[in-house]
Structure formats: structure tokens, C-alpha cells
């Protein structure tokens, strides 16, 4: 019944993004905490400052507000980036505490990399990178699943999106529904809108969420979401880059047993 799990369970996937704050042990500890508080995956990004922007300091690449206001993107990238010599080892050890790791990868060479250090069994695509098309085509030529936030995205390029991957092999496909602010508002989702991503595009659908707090996701699971996404944190420092819109662990383990609970309410499995 959904893109990752065929018992009808909705999953959960814990994003790691930039929180490790450039620590490998803190990388290590975020994943023991994803498979503690019950997430079902846990995610990485796999990109480089110089594979997703370019050096420039005039006022085009100065993020101008927000939660990263004054940032240069070359800067922010080099400072949230998970180096790549990280991917193996953490992969390994997420098998080790059982929990399965995948990524977002941010280009094709990140695609073919991700492909040689740990084969994920499927792929993520940004919101901001559903319009990269040789990306797509890259992922797509893996032949694994695929889930896709969709919060910046048109009809027209959510279709031709979906198109192009399925041409170069993607078997299935799991729309996410997304605001694509950091921390997103509440009031913002739109969430009734969610359910007929299935009828227009015929897909799986689930919700990518950068709000505080688990009340949109569980909102959104009863509304069918077949995966819930949400970022999880040891911290809000400063070195977590996305800590302020991210759950601490207890947190994270209240929403898995909020969703599961709400799940098993609707007559699903959780």
C-alpha cells in the first residue's frame, strides 16, 4: 500500500540534512537515535559546495532571509555538506543498529557515487531539484523507487518530472507534499489538497514536513500519507544548520508513536 512498504505501514524517515554540524560521531549518534525513536530510515544529502553552486559573492548568492539570512550559498553548502568519505561507514552502521540509510543526491555524479559506496534500495529528489532533468534521468537508470517533495513545483514540471524518470526506468513513485520554508507554518500546508496528488498524478503520496511539532503529520496521516518525513536534531546550536525546524529525539520518538497510534485509529497497521 505505498512506495516502501507493502503492509500498508506508514514510513517514517528520519533526515539527518546538515545536524551533524560536520561531526562523524555526531552523524553516528543521530542515527542511533532515528532507529531508537522508531523511524523505519534514516536519510543523508549527498552533494558538494562546487556540484550545487559556484563561488560568487555578489548579492545573487547571499540568502537574504530566514532561518539562514546572510549566508553566502558557497559557504553554507561547504558547512552543511556530508563529506562523502562518511556515506560507507555510516551506512554500515546504520545496518549495524538496524536501521536502513538512504540520501537525497544533488546531481548526477552524486547519483553514481551513492550507487558505488552503498546501493541504496531507493532515492530521494529535493523539491528545489525536481526540474534537474539529467539528474532525474541518472536516478531513474538506477530502476529503484523514488520519493519527491514537490513544494516548489508546477503541474507541468511535477508531470514531466514524473515522466522523465519513469522513461529511464523508475518502477514506482511517491509524491511528497511540502512547504518548502524553514520552519514552515502550520496554517500553510493546505493538507486537503494532499490526497488528490493520487488522482491527478498517479502516484503514492506522503508529506514532507518542516514544521515544529507532529501535529501536520499526523494530520496528514489521516489523510492517507504513506510516509511521513520530518528532520530530527541532538541539538539547536548553532552547528546544527537545521535545528531550529528539527526534532530533538524525544520528540521524534512522540510523532512515530502519534502517527502509529493515529494510524491503527483510522483501521490501518500503523
Not at 1 to 20: C, Q, R
Not at 38 to 52: H, N, R, S
Request: charged share 25%; hydrophobic share 40%; glycine share 8%.
Amino acid at each position: 500500500m505505498g512506495l516502501l512498504d507493502n503492509s500498508g505501514n506508514t514510513v517514517i524517515i528520519a533526515e539527518i540534512s546538515a545536524n551533524h554540524g560536520g561531526s562523524f560521531e555526531k552523524a553516528k549518534r543521530l542515527i542511533v537515535e532515528s532507529a531508537n525513536a522508531g523511524a523505519d530510515y534514516v536519510k543523508l544529502q549527498t552533494y558538494k559546495p562546487d556540484t550545487i553552486t559556484v563561488k560568487g559573492k555578489d548579492s545573487r548568492f547571499i540568502i537574504e532571509s530566514g532561518l539562514w539570512k546572510g549566508y553566502n550559498l558557497y559557504d553554507l553548502y561547504a558547512k552543511a555538506m556530508t563529506p562523502w568519505e562518511w556515506h560507507k561507514p555510516l551506512f554500515d552502521y546504520a545496518e549495524e543498529v538496524g536501521i536502513k540509510l538512504f540520501s537525497s543526491p544533488f546531481d548526477e555524479t552524486a547519483v553514481k557515487f551513492l550507487e558505488q559506496a552503498i546501493n541504496p534500495e531507493l532515492y530521494k529528489i529535493a523539491s528545489f531539484e525536481l526540474n534537474h532533468y539529467p539528474l532525474l534521468k541518472e536516478i531513474g537508470k538506477t530502476c529503484k523507487p523514488v520519493i519527491a517533495s514537490i513544494g516548489v513545483s508546477s503541474d507541468k514540471v511535477i508531470e514531466k518530472g514524473i515522466e522523465c524518470l519513469k522513461v529511464a526506468g523508475c518502477p514506482e513513485i511517491t509524491l511528497l507534499h511540502c512547504v518548502s520554508e524553514y520552519p514552515a507554518n502550520p496554517e500553510d500546508f493546505y493538507l486537503r489538497e494532499m490526497p488528490f496528488i493520487k488522482e491527478k498524478y498517479q502516484t503514492e503520496y506522503g508529506l514532507s514536513d518542516h514544521s515544529t511539532g507532529h501535529l501536520v503529520a499526523v494530520a496528514a496521516t489521516t489523510l492517507g500519507a504513506s510516509v511521513i518525513e520530518k528532520h530530527i536534531t541532538l541539538d539547536r546550536k548553532d552547528d546544527s544548520i537545521d535545528g531550529k525546524f528539527s526534532m530533538l529525539p524525544d520528540e521524534f520518538a512522540e510523532m512515530v508513536k502519534a502517527v502509529r497510534v493515529t494510524a491503527k485509529t483510522l483501521g490501518a497497521d500503523g
